[in-house]
């Protein structure tokens, strides 16, 4: 089985429709970034993501150099700035698609959001 995770900072406080963005951000751009097979196979699975919490910034690179150092295809995103944070505001981390086994063993202390 497939999934993807994506982190969000709890610390910034977003509020709904910001964290919606900065979420949806972090899934297209880590779904992006894989390569074409894991991507088909994950969606032909339903495409299965699960959203959790990282508690600052540094828990969220913590977890971008777990994710690199497994070769877990990964998305770090940075606000443009435009509405609620400051320009280069790192909000989420998307991690995946990838085996759930492989992604877990990154990620499966963290609790979902």
Known sequence: MYKQVILARQDLKMKAGKLAAQVA???LEAAL???R???GEWLDE???KVVLKAADEKELLKHK???DREKLKNA???DAGRTALKPGTITCLGIGPDKEEKIDRVTGKL???
């Open 111 to 113: 609790r979902m959001l």
């Open 37 to 39: 097979k894991t991507l």
């Open 76 to 78: 770090l995103i940075r």
């Open 46 to 48: 339903g495409g299965k």
């Open 65 to 67: 150099q777990l994710a």
């Open 25 to 27: 951000h972090a899934s």
């Open 33 to 35: 970034n894989s390569d």
